[in-house]
């Protein structure tokens, strides 16, 4: 419920944004989504080689296995790395990276801090009423 309703406060604000400033707040919305899609992508593409690199050290079976693995995780890594140095050399496009970056930082370190101060602890429920932690390691 709270999601929901800070996603209608915030399409809201953006409509009244937009009419407004016209033609200024929907460039910047399209080149957060963008910036946020490509650091979305990144983080899977590293966890994709961190785990698997994980897996192949403990030698699990895997039951479908990503041909190509690590050139095209590495790859796909460098093409984003290429995008990412694009973005950072252009005008227009720097201070949405640099706010995404900045955004994701500071969601991180607030995770971070959350998880230090010991009073939400992350875990699913078993079947038999137990919290667990749902951390991999």
């Known amino acids: 419920m ?23 707040v929907l460039p910047v919305l399209f080149n957060i989504v963008g910036s946020t899609c490509l650091l979305v992508w990144t983080s899977a593409l ?11 050290r403990d030698g699990a ?9 690590p050139w095209l995780t590495s790859l796909g890594l460098l093409i984003l790395a290429a995008i ?31 998880k230090r101060s010991g009073k939400i602890v992350a875990g699913v429920e078993e079947a038999d009423n137990v919290k667990v932690p749902a951390f991999l390691d």
């Open 46 to 56: 590293l966890a994709q080689l961190a785990l698997r690199l994980r897996v192949d």
């Open 61 to 69: 079976a895997l039951p479908l296995r990503m041909p190509g693995f």
């Open 84 to 114: 990412f140095t694009v973005g950072f050399i252009g005008e227009d496009s720097r201070p949405q990276l640099l706010s995404t970056f900045g955004l994701v930082a500071v969601l991180a370190a607030g995770c971070w801090v959350n």
């Open 2 to 24: 709270a999601a929901v309703l800070a996603s209608l406060a915030f399409g809201v604000v953006t409509v009244v944004l937009e009419l407004a400033f016209p033609e200024k």
